[in-house]
């Protein structure tokens, strides 16, 4: 059980006892491991967490924790609430040093961080930030490189080289039968570590790439989309900035200094660091991108990105018209203040959850 487990329940001043601390928790495990195969169900978990209307059931959620509790109020929002974001850290926590989970965990981070714009679930901030943290910190891991040892091969070929000399001794079939065993293992040992440090050397130049194409990005000072420098793009810099990093992220998790770079960028687009207007970060868009971003969305996906949701909508009606339709159907509005700083992380953050959503090859 999670040492602060019976606190977040504290935080929406709910007193559990302790056997049915352990029957929540006994859920939670259970609902974290299953969300690692289940995307809409993992993102119905960031919406009850971050107190968002339904998308889909939730039927499975709570049948998941009544099933140990027959008892289980399943019209409590705030138990509901804590119980999803304890799941959320969980399904976190647990990802395997071979990478098992990894998809699922950026999913989920990336969901509560994108929907964060929209949540209502202030008295749960401690999770929020735990959640955040756990991500931020696979993001440091996941990316650590790791050194080249020979020594793993060699010893099993010299292993492999010496069982050999036992081959030509043999004068007999079954003594040539022992002989040889020796050989075909040390054989298999050293190519089984051939393909381990040839796995490493992979991942160590993917995220040496990776780097690469974001510093050069960076240096370059103009979008790739629009072939513009970020000072000619004015507010429109932050969003485009967001969506292009992502572009250039090959692993799953973004570069953990992800926010500093973006901070780069949109200091020389020249934008006030003063809040404005959502509406005007969006406004600033040039249509034919706006379009081409959001030409294959759904907009009935979008309810955790708002960001994205307010480009779908404004990529097909006049600059004057989306405002409205957006702040009736997102759940915010689109006067909502922010910070080009802001705007450029949210678009990065964003961006990313499409993107683990539809791509399974960069998990």
Known sequence: MHNNFSEWYRLVAIEPDEARLAKRWTGVSAWATALRTRDADLLETVRIFQGIPPKTSRDAF????????????????????VLAGASLVACIQSVGEDGE???????????????????NALALDEIYREINERVHALSIEHRRRTSFDPSIISDSAD???????????ATEFSQLKTAVAPVFQGLIAAFRGVERELQDAVHNLNCADEETDILWWIEGGCSRDTNQPWNLLGKAAAIIAGTELADLTDLSLGP???????????????????????AAFVDALPGEWAKSRTAKLEEGNLDLMPLTLATFHRAKSAPANWQQYFDSSSGMKSSTQMTANRVARQAYVEAILLRTLTDDSKA
Do not use: I
């Open 101 to 119: 989970g990894l998809r699922s965990a950026v999913l989920a981070g990336a969901a509560v961080e994108a929907s964060s714009l929209r949540a």
């Open 62 to 81: 709570t049948a998941n924790f009544r099933k140990l509790d027959l008892a289980f109020p399943q019209r409590n929002d705030l138990e509901l609430q």
């Open 256 to 278: 953990s200094n992800a926010a500093a770079l973006l901070n780069r960028v949109v200091s020389e687009s020249k934008s006030d660091e003063k809040e404005v207007a959502l």
């Open 159 to 169: 292993e492999a080289d010496a069982a050999m000399k036992q081959v030509a001794d």
